[in-house]
């Protein structure tokens, strides 16, 4: 019931501050199913129609009752049962109308820091927003509503968002009179994480919207309209947007993201992901396929499937999917949670969505390594347009290290997956993610780190010096005992390390011909072009 915990924590903590009260009570957000709930009121309406002069009295007939407060005052209990169902949408307070919460027109700015996941979800708030009438820009300066997809993993990322919000300060002062308000909002992890915080620390933001939020963008901008500043930040058991099929933005595009799971229930102890994000959730396959069948109609060459843990994923949604089949897991790993069963599994979901159209490559992103049975593999290695590109986050080359990280597997387990992958699928072309200086550290679990990297030679990775996150099982029961400055040394160490490596690997394929999708101009010279192969090898 950990989801359930969550829910209410936020609650609690928003209903504990003053600032808040208010606003929690009057904005209480719970779950209702996918469609956004009104209600309309046709004693206000009329009202408003005949442009009568409301005098005090008739205002508070018309307002918001007591019973409306209370109403939205759940116990516990109630409160419980409610949160299973799905986005996070609130009941329309009596004073706002359905027709307050068309945008306009209004031009809304999205800026989008961090995973590929927070680049899908600024395109999920855009497809809600544009059905209720707001327009696009890719001008901060034309902007009526800047909205900040924000990210959470490491400090620095958070660091980047406050800067961003000092400089959007002297935008939004600069505001002319005659125009309408500029509003800010805040959007995703960071939004989860600190809640309420922002709201306070900073002034200028008017809304805050966590990642199963979303669907209440819409009336989170109406509210700050007329002028007051509010939140929704309950994670969901349930939301995966299923129905919002993200808006392509750049018409020639070659390659999509299609979302099919989020969240996360690995708890490793330094990651923030599991509180953001909230519990693991899989979108049903039958709204994917739909999604790729499309995506492919327009022509894309390539599909990337995202999630949190995207080999995790488990569609439940069907009464036939739900068998007591085990889980298989990767040889020598296990699971930091209570083995679930049955489901249509990732190895059922890239079969039915390699076959919709052969042509079109099929990629995925992100990975837990203990999910990949011999099934997926082989499915992988048979074919042709699944591409041979394997992310295995290892962390840490020390078993040490990756029992307190509580990964569920040991450096052991770890390098026979990467020889099983190599011997099912050759010429795999693999990449990882790796932390310097967790807790506890010591020199030579670092040394351990470095000879996996040049014991793997991954071909991509991507290498970040450990940050202590709040709420994680690391800030409540580790220490943040590796130095700043040996941090970095170590950082910088792997680094050198992973280049030598991929160097390595990336040489051995110079001379052979590759069948590559361009992605454009290469950023590096305008006579380049940028594109990947798929790493099956032609001699
Ligand atoms: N500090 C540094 N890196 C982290 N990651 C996750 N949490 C942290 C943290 N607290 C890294 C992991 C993960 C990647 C997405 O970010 O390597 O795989
Ligand atoms: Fe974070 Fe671990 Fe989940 Fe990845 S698997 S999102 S590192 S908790």
Redesign the pocket.
């Known amino acids: 019931m950990q989801p359930l915990k969550y829910a209410l924590k936020t609650s609690q903590t928003l209903r504990q501050s003053p600032l808040s009260l208010v606003i929690w009570q009057i904005f209480r957000t719970y779950r209702t199913t996918s469609n956004f709930k009104t209600k309309v009121y046709p004693e206000l309406e009329k009202q408003q129609d005949n442009g009568v002069q409301r005098d005090f009295s008739s205002r508070l007939a018309t307002g918001p009752t007591f019973q409306h407060f209370l109403r939205n005052a759940l116990t516990p209990q109630e409160e419980s049962e409610k949160s299973d169902s799905s986005a996070a949408v609130e009941d329309l307070p009596p004073y706002l109308s359905t027709e307050a919460l068309v945008g306009k027109r209004r031009k809304v700015y999205l800026e989008t820091y961090g ?1 590929q996941m927070n680049v899908n979800d600024a395109e999920i708030a855009w497809s809600i927003l544009e059905k209720n009438g707001y327009l696009r820009t890719n001008s901060l300066h034309e902007a009526d509503v800047i909205l900040l997809v924000t990210c959470s ?2 400090e620095k990322a958070e660091q980047a968002i406050w800067h961003r919000l000092k400089r959007l300060k002297s935008v939004k002062a600069r505001r002319l009179k005659s125009q309408v308000p500029l509003r800010i909002g805040i959007l995703g992890c960071m939004a989860e994480r600190l809640k309420e915080e922002i709201l306070q620390r900073e002034q200028l933001v008017d809304i805050i919207a966590g990642p199963d939020s979303y669907r209440d963008l819409p009336r989170l901008l109406t509210l700050a309209d007329s002028g007051q500043r509010s939140a929704n930040v309950l994670l969901s058991l349930e939301e995966t947007y299923a129905d919002i099929m993200p808006v392509q933005t750049s018409p020639n595009a070659t390659s999509a993201f299609v979302s099919i799971m989020r969240g996360c229930d690995n708890m ?1 102890s ?4 599991p509180f953001t994000r909230g519990r693991e959730r899989s979108r049903p396959v039958a709204s994917i396929l739909e999604e790729v069948k499309k995506l492919s109609e327009q022509g894309l060459k390539e599909v990337t499937l995202l999630g949190q843990n995207v080999n995790s994923y488990r569609d439940n949604s069907e009464i036939q999917f739900n068998n007591a089949a085990p889980t298989n897991l990767s040889r020598g790993f296990s699971a930091n949670y209570k083995m679930k069963k049955g489901g249509l599994r990732f190895a059922d979901l890239l079969d039915q969505v390699s076959r919709i159209d052969p042509e079109m490559r099929i990629r995925f992103t ?1 990975p837990h390594p203990k999910d990949f049975p011999d099934e997926v593999l082989h499915l992988i290695q048979e074919r042709n347009n699944i591409c041979k590109q394997i992310h295995l ?1 290892a ?1 840490s080359g020390s078993s040490r290290v990756l029992e307190i990280m509580r990964r569920g597997y040991t450096r052991e387990a770890y390098l026979d997956l990467i020889h099983h992958i190599r011997e099912t699928i050759p010429g795999v072309s693999l990449s990882s ?3 310097a200086g ?1 807790c506890g550290e010591t020199e030579e679990d670092h040394l351990q780190t470095l000879s996996l990297l040049r014991e793997v030679r991954y071909n991509v990775g ?8 709040q709420k ?1 099982r ?1 800030y409540h029961r580790l220490q943040d005992d590796v130095p700043e400055e040996v941090k970095q040394r170590r950082l910088a160490e792997l680094i050198t390390a992973f280049r030598e490596g991929a160097a390595e690997a990336n040489m051995a394929v110079v001379g052979h011909t590759q069948l590559i999708l361009v992605e454009g101009p290469s950023k590096r010279s305008t006579t380049e072009l940028c594109g990947r192969n798929d790493v099956t090898l032609e001699a």
């Open positions: 995973c993993i490491r490793c330094y990651c923030i992901v992100s986050p962390q993610d790796f932390i967790f991507f290498l970040f010096a450990y940050s202590m996150r994680t690391a």
